[in-house]
């Protein structure tokens, strides 16, 4: 993931917002993705934004972006320990045909309660 | 559905020893891929297949090799395994145009090789 950048760790208090910021640099990529991943599980998709829009908002998700920046960021609202795991960003470069992921190294959220 | 699945769950292997990845998805996807993950690192991918009977190499495909002799099924073999190659093992499928292209993850092989 040395072309997808995330800070490592983040920490919030339950019922407060939490942002957590990505820096991409291919932006040639279509689609800018979300992933969450608990404790001994997979990843697990949260949401995707295409490359041409700036916002999208699902439920307690908005993603914002940035494409002159080449900056992506994920805001969930109203955290809660629940939302406790690794993300990480992730974009579709073109050098495998957009068919494979580049993954930052993840954030991890730690919600106090 | 299933989804994607994985077998097997935890593996422990000396260097030198061979071993199969099995990956397997009920959603007829096209595409496979298989990643690795270490500790402070996002994942890395190994190899991919954008089809039955077709692989391509990934960013650290040294060390490893697949097929993907049936739709359904994508598997990563180590032919010698190194200590280097410890690492928690995704499998991912997709399929070309669907939700944005997502990837759909199975739950992860942690390989320890000592």
């Known amino acids: 993931g040395e072309d997808v950048e995330q800070s490592l760790f983040l920490s919030v208090r339950e019922g407060d917002s939490s942002v957590i910021n990505c820096t991409y640099t291919?932006?040639?990529?279509?689609?800018l993705y979300w992933y969450k991943q608990e404790p001994g599980a997979g990843l697990q998709l949260l949401t995707y934004?295409?490359?041409?829009?700036d916002m999208k908002q699902d439920q307690r998700l908005t993603v914002l972006l940035n494409k002159k920046d080449k900056h992506l960021s994920l805001r969930i609202a109203d955290t809660q320990t629940g939302d406790s795991a690794i993300y990480f960003c992730?974009?579709?470069?073109?050098?495998?045909?957009?068919?494979?992921?580049?993954f930052g190294s993840g954030t991890r959220l730690q919600v106090q309660p | 559905n299933a989804g994607v699945t994985q077998t097997p769950k935890f593996r422990v292997l000396k260097t030198g020893q061979s071993m199969t990845l099995l990956c397997a998805q009920d959603?007829?996807?096209?595409?496979m891929y298989w990643y690795r993950q270490d500790p402070g690192m996002g994942l890395r991918l190994i190899h991919y297949?954008?089809?039955?009977?077709?692989?391509a190499k990934g960013e650290v495909p040294d060390g490893y090799n697949v097929s993907r002799l049936k739709k359904q099924n994508f598997l990563l073999g180590l032919e010698s395994a190194a200590p280097s190659q410890t690492s928690v093992y995704f499998c991912?499928?997709?399929?070309?145009?669907?939700?944005?292209?997502?990837?759909?993850f199975g739950p992860g092989t942690r390989l320890t090789v000592l």
């Open positions: 991912a499928s997709s399929y070309p145009g669907l939700a944005g292209d997502t990837q759909y």
């Open positions: 992730a974009e579709n470069p073109p050098d495998t045909g957009r068919r494979a992921l580049t």
């Open positions: 291919d932006s040639s990529s279509t689609y």
């Open positions: 934004i295409f490359s041409n829009m």
């Open positions: 959603m007829n996807h096209e595409y």
């Open positions: 297949s954008v089809g039955e009977g077709t692989t």
